[in-house]
C-alpha cells in the first residue's frame, strides 16, 4: 500500500488505479478491526462531511465526500446512500464524479433539494490550473426516480462576486416565499470568514446579494459549511468558522462546529434579527461539518462527520478512515438547542444486557446522578486503560477523558472535553458507543459530546462508581 502520498497521486484520475490496487484496498478494509457496526462508514478510502441530506422518491439520501484509494484527501467524489428509517443504510456506490471540466479537481460539498419530481445535487466544483491557481464553481446535477444522474452543462455560479478568495464553497440551497437562496461559505480578499448568499425565482438566474448578517465579531478566516434552518420560526445557523477567535469562543478542536440561535429571519436585510451568542455545536474531540434539513414529517434533521481534518487515526493504517454520525433530531427549548438521536434509533436495540455481562463495543448505555452526587463511568476498561466520563451534578459537570488509552489521539489538543449543564440537578446520560465511536447525550441532547477512542477488541468491560444509579445497557445490531 501506498505511503508517500504526493499531489500527483492524490489527484491521480479515478479511471487510472488499477483493478488489483482496489482488491488489495478492499481487502485491508475488511479486514479492519476497527470498523463500526451500525454506522455509516466507507468499507476503504476517507469518507468526510456529509452533502445532499435529503428525502425524494420515498427515500432519504445522504451523500459524503468521498476519496476512494487511501485515508487521506485526495481526488474527492460524491458517494451515496439511502433509508426508509435513517438508521438502515443502503450503499448506492459513487453519485459524483470529479468528471467534468467544473469539477476534474474534485466533487466538494454541498446540498440537495427537491425539484419538479427531481432531486437537485448543488455543489462546488473545484479547478485547479497548471500552476496550482484555484477556481470554484456552483455547480448542478440532477438525480432521477430511475436513479440516473445528470449534471447541467455549466456551473449555475460561474463567476466569483468582487472582494472574495476562490475559497469560496459548501452551497445550502433553501427554498422561501417562492424564491431560490444559496449560501456559500466564504473568504474575502482581507482573509476573513463570511456567508454569501444568492437569490433568485430561477435556478440559472441566481444573483449575489450580499453577505449574510448574525455578528459584529470576525468569523475567522473561513467560515466553512453554512447550513441555515429554521425551527419554530426561528432561524438556526450552523457553521465552521476557521481561524475563530478563542476569546469569541471557548474550543479546543483544531476547527468549531457552532451555531447560532436568532429571534427571526429578515431576508430583505440578510439578517439574523436579536442573533445570540456564537456556540460549540458538540463539546466532543471529533466533530465537524454538520450539514441540516427539514424533513417532510416536519423534523429538522442533523448528520455530522465524526473525524477533524488534519488529524491522524489508528484505521488509516487499514486504508479506510471516517464516519457519520446518528441522525439527529433538533429542537430548540427555552431558547436553547438540544440535539438527540431520531426516535427510529430505538430499533438497534437487540437485546439488555447486565453492566457485568457486557462483551460487545456496539451498545447504548443510559444512566442517573442524583443532584449534588458525582459518580464516574469507564468505558472499554482494561488493567491499564479506559475512557472515563466523570459526571459532576454538584457543579453541573460532565467530564470526558481518554487520557488513558494505548492509542492517544491529537495530544496537542488536549485529553479532556467538558460540557456545563444547571447545577445541583439531577443529570441523565445517554452513551451510543460503537467499536470507535462514542456519542454522549446529556440531559437529553441539551448537550453532546462525540469522540473516537481506539481500544483493544478485548475491552468491553464497562464500571460505574456507587453513585450512578438506574444504569441499563442494550446491545445495538443493525
Known sequence: MITNWTRKLRYKKYDQWSDEYLRELKEMGQNSIWHSKYHVEPEFGLLNDPNGFSFFNGQYHLFYQYYPFGAVHGLKSWYHVTSTDLIHWHNEGIALKPDSKFDEQGVYSGSALSIDQQLLLLYTGNIRTTDNKRFSYQNAAWLKKDGSIQKEPSPLIEKLPAGFSSEFRDPQIIKCNDQYRVLIG????????????????????????????FSDQPMGYMAECPNLIMIDQQPLLIFCPQGLDHQILNY?????????????????????????????????????????????DGRQLAVSW???????????????????????????????????????????????????????????????????????????????????????????????????????????????????????QDIQINIFADQTICEIFINDGYKVQTLRYFSAPEATKIITT??????????LKK
Open 186 to 213: 466564504a473568504q474575502t480578499l482581507q482573509n476573513e470568514g463570511k456567508i454569501a448568499v444568492y437569490e433568485g425565482h430561477h435556478l440559472h438566474h441566481l444573483k449575489y446579494k450580499g453577505c449574510l448578517h
Open 252 to 296: 479546543q478542536n483544531i476547527y468549531p462546529n457552532c451555531y447560532i440561535i436568532g429571534k427571526n429571519m429578515d431576508w430583505e436585510n440578510l439578517q439574523i434579527n436579536e442573533a445570540g451568542t456564537i456556540n460549540n455545536l458538540d463539546d466532543g474531540f471529533d466533530f465537524y461539518a454538520t450539514q441540516v434539513f427539514a424533513a417532510p
Open 306 to 424: 465524526i473525524n477533524l481534518p488534519d488529524l491522524i487515526y489508528p484505521n488509516d493504517a487499514d486504508g479506510w478512515t471516517g464516519s457519520l454520525s446518528l441522525i439527529k433530531e433538533l429542537s430548540i427549548k427555552n431558547g436553547y438547542l438540544y440535539q438527540y438521536p431520531v426516535k427510529e434509533t430505538k430499533k438497534l436495540r437487540h437485546q439488555q444486557i447486565r453492566l457485568d455481562q457486557i462483551q460487545t463495543k456496539s451498545f447504548e448505555l443510559e444512566a442517573h446522578i442524583s443532584a449534588n452526587q458525582c459518580g464516574e463511568i469507564q468505558l472499554f476498561k482494561t488493567k491499564t486503560t479506559f475512557l472515563g466520563v466523570e459526571i459532576d451534578a454538584r457543579n453541573g459537570i460532565v467530564t470526558v477523558d481518554r487520557s488513558q488509552s494505548s492509542y492517544p489521539l491529537a495530544q496537542q489538543f488536549g485529553q479532556t472535553r467538558q460540557s456545563f449543564v444547571p447545577a445541583h
Open 466 to 475: 456507587e453513585a450512578i444509579n438506574r444504569c441499563r445497557v442494550w446491545e
